[in-house]
């Protein structure tokens, strides 16, 4: 089928799958927690013939569609979950539990996906074996691993992975599809002084954590600004700072937890060695035991060459050669656990633009922000033609 007439049909179902976006907006649900959205999803596949497969990992959805005798196999995923935010943006969808707001798009994700897998059911033509992977649990940089250890690639082989995220302050119509790191990595990095408590008035008698505590924020300043080269990229954020229980008591412990993210693995490597070094010092000159609780949440994402390469020929064919950039005007410091899978497969996380205005151009975990429906139409082009050119070309 061309691409023109794919792209119509798309168009045609977009309001369609704009209520259904809107109707994943108006029930978010947080975390692992996405049984409304996953019951959704695995409804609407099983209407459309695909093999269904719920608990994936928890609450994760697989919709298997086979065609011909082909061996290869492709997986795309979209992300489910929502985040813990109070919604302001007054829209007829707006969230209808308080606290909770789909503020990244991961509504838009799904939808986009949904739509694409009715397309590839009653038209596509392939041969081979297509897993589109409904994860919950991507903000928290859980779902994915959870999924893989439940033996995602196993049971559903994947000779390739892939999957998008929209883009607010990009044209609509726009994509950014880059070889190699895209994704910074993200650790959590917990830790926690202990001294003596004592009397706020005989200091003499304690050991003190908190000066350890003040030192060690101050001096994991200097691990990005004397540690790293102009050109390396890594941020650094104490976020939480825990100590003492009234202001005339010196607390035996004190705690701190810090976000670490880095642009490559080996960047990653030479900021957690000296993090421990720094910490471990300034904790020995204060007197003061010491322990680091270091957590990779999600290694840097990086997309593999040929993959990123065949889904640059897609889009350029879907958006047109002079709206998809091969690089992201700015470097991404967030993370995404699809990293993970990147990790057991080769394949390409790209970018899709969200537009401008009050809502779908306002940053993404913003109490404002919207998801645009203009983009699942388009995105969706982009999934099916990948799907029929990976399987059927090879």
Known sequence: ?????????????AEHFALIRRDIHSFPELGGDTLRTAALVAEMLGS?????????????????????NGKRSLGIRADMDALPILEKNGLPWASQHQGRMHACGHDGHTTTLLAAAEQLAHTAEFDGTLNLIFQPDEEGLAGAKLMIEDD???????????????MPGLPVGQAVVQVGGLMASSERVT?????????GAMPERA???????????????????????????????VGM???????NIIPETAKLMVSVRTAAPEIRDRVERRIREIVEGQAASF????????????????????????MRATAQKVLGSENVLDKMPVRLMGSEDFAWMLKARPGCYFIMGNGSGEFTGCSVHNDHYDFNDEVTPLAAACWVELVEEYLWKG
């Open 241 to 247: 700072v825990q100590a003492g229980s009234a202001y």
């Open 287 to 310: 007197g003061v035991k010491v322990d680091i609780d270091y957590q990779l949440l999600a290694p840097v994402l990086v997309n593999s060459e040929a993959e990123t390469e065949r």
């Open 152 to 166: 995602l690639f196993g049971r559903f082989p994947c000779d390739a992975v892939y999957a998008y995220h929209n």
């Open 207 to 237: 050991i003190d954590p908190v000066p350890a505590l003040a030192s060690i924020i101050s001096a994991l300043q200097t691990v990005v600004s004397r540690n790293l080269a102009a050109d390396e990229a890594a941020v650094i954020s």
């Open 48 to 68: 459309w013939g695909y093999e269904v497969h719920t608990g994936v990992g928890g609450n994760g959805v697989v919709g298997v569609l086979r065609r011909g």
């Open 191 to 199: 830790i926690t002084l202990t001294g003596r408590g004592g009397h």
């Open 1 to 13: 089928m061309t691409n023109l007439i794919i792209k119509q049909q798309l168009q045609n179902s």
